[in-house]
């Protein structure tokens, strides 16, 4: 499966294993556990986080895995966003800052 991911103008396609996704599903599902706490969606306090929301935090952290070269972890980033947006092709990740501008394209 294929994710392609844009910050500002460079676009990065990656890859994940069907298998994968798979595997880390008890990862995904950790991050869930963790995520239902509540997050800091830039200047506001989001208590429930609906998928979308979510989606914007590991995209937020897709991109810091993407700027570090940091692979196993741009996989099973962009793996999160696609086994629960199955549907999504394409992430415009917001790099001002403000999580909620990123954008998911089917």
């Given at each position: 499966?294929?994710?392609?991911?844009y910050?500002?103008?460079?676009?990065?396609?990656?890859?994940?294993?069907?298998?994968?996704?798979?595997?880390?599903?008890?990862?995904?599902?950790?991050?869930?556990?963790?995520?239902?706490?509540?997050?800091?969606?830039?200047?506001?306090?989001?208590?429930?986080?609906?998928?979308?929301?979510?989606?914007?935090?590991?995209?937020d952290?897709?991109?810091?895995?993407?700027?570090?070269s940091?692979?196993?972890?741009?996989?099973?980033?962009?793996?999160?966003?696609?086994?629960?947006?199955?549907?999504?092709?394409?992430?415009?990740?917001?790099?001002?800052?403000?999580?909620?501008?990123?954008?998911?394209?089917?």
């Amino acid at each position: 499966m294929k994710l392609n991911v844009y910050m500002n103008e460079i676009m990065k396609q990656v890859t994940v294993p069907s298998d994968m996704l798979r595997d880390a599903e008890t990862i995904y599902t950790k991050i869930d556990k963790d995520l239902d706490k509540g997050w800091q969606m830039s200047r506001e306090w989001v208590d429930s986080l609906d998928t979308v929301q979510r989606c914007k935090v590991i995209a937020d952290r897709l991109l810091t895995a993407i700027e570090n070269s940091n692979e196993p972890s741009t996989m099973l980033m962009a793996g999160y966003i696609m086994s629960r947006m199955p549907h999504i092709k394409t992430v415009h990740i917001a790099t001002d800052g403000d999580i909620n501008q990123t954008q998911f394209i089917d």
